[in-house]
């Protein structure tokens, strides 16, 4: 299903034996436009700071309570390595994360997940140190801050179309299929959906995002509104509109949106 980002902030968060704490932000990683941590603020017995906590730690995610349990204790995750969320996280603080938690590492292989298209398959994969070599030589990524990219500015081929609201987040793979895009700017109103994917360029430095649309294109796109569960009718429609291929579709190429500049 898929679903708000914004929805899913200060959802609860909680080990097998107490609360944890709540969600604060995302990071995303700008290649694959992938949630791959959730920012938990932590208290009590955690005294206050910040962990991360990868979707592969999910034992199950209530809907209706609006809480993420994870398959792990208090302790283990009290005792996981330090990392500074308001700074970048490398690859190296990475590779110790997962190395703490017996994970293989997600970067190691082609899958959007691994060998996987979804996180949990990373669960109950057993850890191998030939995933280090592929880390090794699989670069360094960018993870960014779902809060930081809210804001960013979309510019079509013609004039400016608005800027990022929110994200739409598949909640099985947690890749990012849409951005929100909010047109007050000159549409009052009217939010519409991109996805990250039809981007001809990202530039986090200018903090923009281009595509190759203009402004009668996004004005004439299907309406969509925030109070309404988006359905594969809908996405086919806006597929349509916009002459692209439907990610959904196996026959489809897989095209991810281009590297920071």
């Not at 209706?64 to 994870?70: I, V, Y």
């Not at 947690?174 to 039809?198: C, H």
Request: avoid cysteine; aromatic fraction near 14%; charge should be negative.
């Amino acid at each position: 299903m898929l679903r708000s980002l914004k929805g899913l902030e200060q959802y609860k968060v909680s080990a097998t034996d107490g609360d944890i704490g709540s969600v604060v932000d995302f990071l995303l990683d700008d290649d694959h436009w992938t949630v791959r941590y959730l920012v938990v603020e932590t208290g009590g017995f955690f005294s206050e700071r910040r962990v991360l906590i990868t979707p592969i730690s999910f034992r199950q995610v209530d809907w209706s309570s609006k809480e993420f349990h994870l398959a792990l204790t208090m302790e283990k995750v009290k005792s996981s390595p330090n990392v500074d969320v308001d700074k970048p996280v490398s690859r190296q603080h990475e590779m110790d994360y997962y190395g703490y938690y017996a994970y293989p590492y997600y970067w190691a292989d082609a899958g959007l997940w691994g060998m996987s298209a979804y996180p949990g398959a990373l669960a109950t994969s057993r850890w191998y140190d030939a995933s280090v070599e592929n880390a090794e030589n699989a670069g360094d990524i960018h993870l960014r801050s779902v809060n930081e990219v809210r804001g960013y500015d979309i510019q079509g081929t013609d004039e400016a179309i608005g800027h990022v609201e929110d994200f739409i987040v598949d909640d099985e793979t947690w890749e990012i299929q849409y951005l929100v895009v909010d047109t007050s700017n000159w549409w009052f109103g009217r939010k519409v959906l991109i996805a990250p994917r039809w981007a001809t360029r990202v530039s986090w430095e200018e903090r923009n995002v281009q595509i190759n649309m203009n402004r009668q294109q996004i004005k004439n796109s299907p309406e969509w509104s925030p109070t309404v569960a988006i359905n594969r009718e809908y996405e086919a429609r806006l597929h349509k509109h916009y002459g692209r291929p439907a990610y959904w579709d196996d026959a489809a190429q897989r095209v991810h949106a281009p590297a920071a500049q």
